[in-house]
């Protein structure tokens, strides 16, 4: 029977628990001993409360004793928030086991984000998408019905930039999906080619010739990694730089590239228009924009927060209003890493 129970609670992915009708722990997986930093018999008999100080105040904890009471199994969704890596999601699935409970936590972070995201894309096409659309249909019916002809061109016009702004926001969609979908490839990295192909094509940005670009590059290993996903996170940081540069004179955009714990560090740093400390936390989310003057589909820093995910790196802001932006990116070496 302990072998069975072996094989079957230390190999399952969830923390398991078992409690007496007391709420006192009868038996736990290894996976919880890791989540509180305990060994196995420092916890066995004791009350949830002395684990758990306050739980007893908690709806949480009227839920168990109504299993316990009812046995009619529950589950509730619990969000914690760790001060620098985020937000953590768990599903809790309580149901009766003798005459205690059992439970089974299971981490379904990754599938909020995926729904929370999807709910938020519904809600945004619905907007962001329709709004362009409806436009260029209030036009083109203008455009019919419009007997003086020499306004027609001025139509054609705006159905074009509106058309336009409708396949930059497609377009920004079909590559933040290719990034998530996609096969990473492992190349070797010359940061220099990168950012001189990254550079040329903003070239053509409004505002690019007004800004001094800055580069260091100090990288004392041969780095490898996906070029693809690479470009596209510097493209979106240095577009952004750009973007929301300030009015005053020397606009600059510094791109420090170092060697850092086996892996590279980036810092993407500007002078620009900066960042409203309590919009920061928002920034990485998809159609998100954190000023008025904002001028894309709010999509280049989520497409960038997936590339370094995928990546395997993270990716830090520093940014203050009027003073400026510092984007540091952090990516391991995939050669190091497969050896
Ligand atoms: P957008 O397409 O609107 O630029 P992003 O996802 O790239 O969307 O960025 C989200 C928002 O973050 C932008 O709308 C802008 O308000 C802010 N932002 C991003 N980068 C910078 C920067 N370097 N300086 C100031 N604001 C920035």
Known sequence: ??????????????????????????????????TINLKREEIIGKHITQVSPG??????????????????????????????????????????VGEGIGMAIQDITDLKEAVDELETFIYKSSHDLRSPISTILGLANLAISDINRDTTDFYFKMVKKKAEELDFILNQLMETASIRKDEKTVHLIDFNEIINEVKNSLAHMNGFKEVRFEEHIDVDQRFYSDKRLLKSILQNLLDNAIKYKHDHADAFVKIIVSTNDGGIKIEVADNGIGIIENLQE????????????????????????????KLGGRITLN????????????LPNEKIHKC
């Open 1 to 34: 029977m302990s072998e069975l129970r072996e094989a079957f609670f230390e190999q399952v992915g969830e923390v398991l628990i078992i409690f007496d009708k007391e709420l006192r722990f009868v038996d736990v997986n290894q996976n919880f001993l890791k």
């Open 319 to 330: 940014s203050k209003q009027n003073e400026g932006t510092v984007f540091t990116v952090y």
């Open 282 to 309: 928002n920034i990485f989310n998809m159609f998100f924009r954190a000023t008025e003057k904002a001028k894309g589909a709010g999509l280049g820093l989520y497409t960038v927060k997936y590339a370094v995910r």
């Open 55 to 96: 739980i007893e105040d908690t709806p949480r904890y009227q839920l168990y004793l109504n299993v316990i009471q009812t046995g009619e199994p529950v589950f509730l969704d619990e969000t914690r928030t760790h001060p620098s890596l985020g937000n953590f999601v768990s599903r809790i699935n309580v149901f009766k």
